[in-house]
């Protein structure tokens, strides 16, 4: 089975670690299938996270819009996924 996808990266170094929980909670109740945050050292040795947002493709727009409101996130990047799943079946012993 083949399901379409996109992860949204958006860089974030303007939030603190209270923000960061609060924004995670937010994305998850809005109805990312997932988040991750990846910490990193930015330009200039500053701290800063990565965070990655599968969502469906077909939201987008709505997701733009919500980091940009709710979160100051004003750009981000974008990459189309496939994901695969392979079939199971459950067989008693």
């Known amino acids: 089975?083949?399901?379409?996808?996109?992860?949204?990266?958006?860089?974030?170094?303007?939030?603190?670690?209270?923000?960061?929980?609060?924004?995670?909670?937010?994305?998850?109740?809005?109805?990312?299938e997932n988040v991750y945050v990846l910490p990193g050292i930015t330009k200039k040795s500053r701290s800063g996270c990565l965070l990655l947002l599968d969502i469906?493709?077909?939201?987008?727009?709505d997701w733009a819009s919500f980091l940009a409101e709710e979160f100051s996130i004003f750009g981000y990047h974008q990459i189309q996924t496939c994901h695969y799943c392979t079939p199971q079946t459950l067989k008693c012993v």
């Open 1 to 32: 089975m083949k399901k379409n996808g996109m992860l949204i990266l958006a860089q974030v170094d303007h939030l603190t670690g209270e923000e960061l929980g609060y924004a995670i909670d937010q994305i998850i109740a809005r109805g990312a």
């Open 56 to 61: 469906d493709p077909a939201k987008e727009a």
